[in-house]
Nanobody, 116 residues
Framework: QVQLVESGGGLVQPGGSLRLSCAAS????????MGWYRQAPGKERELVAH????????NYADSVKGRFTISRDNAKNTVYLQMNSLKPEDTAVYYC?????????WGKGTLVTVSS
């Protein structure tokens, strides 16, 4: 049974930083690409960042390029999202995702609020 558990969200001022974590279980973690998505109130869920199983390739939404960094520690079955220079428009619930056997698996999400 695949399980993804996010943590690290919270309230931060504009310009601040947060690091999100997603702990995975039930999969051979190093094989699978992982993604971070977010969903703001009244908006559709969007892909923020993606990383391949070995961590050698990443890609980002244009809105976060240069500010967010996705990484993974396959020994800990964990993927991270380092978020710097946060803006109010980054406010959203952030979800961890992986695709296995044609099925998308999601965590329950962690709320990030950027506000002064």
């Amino acid at each position: 049974q695949v399980q993804l558990v996010e943590s690290g969200g919270g309230l931060v001022q504009p310009g601040g930083s947060l690091r999100l974590s997603c702990a995975a279980s039930g999969i051979i973690f190093s094989i699978y690409a992982m993604g971070w998505y977010r969903q703001a109130p009244g908006k559709e869920r969007e892909l923020v960042a993606h990383i391949t199983g070995g961590g050698g390739s990443t890609n980002y939404a244009d809105s976060v390029k240069g500010r967010f960094t996705i990484s993974r520690d396959n020994a800990k079955n964990t993927v991270y999202l380092q978020m710097n220079s946060l803006k109010p428009e980054d406010t959203a619930v952030y979800y961890c995702n992986t695709l296995r056997g044609g099925i998308h698996y999601w965590g329950k999400g962690t709320l990030v609020t950027v506000s002064s």
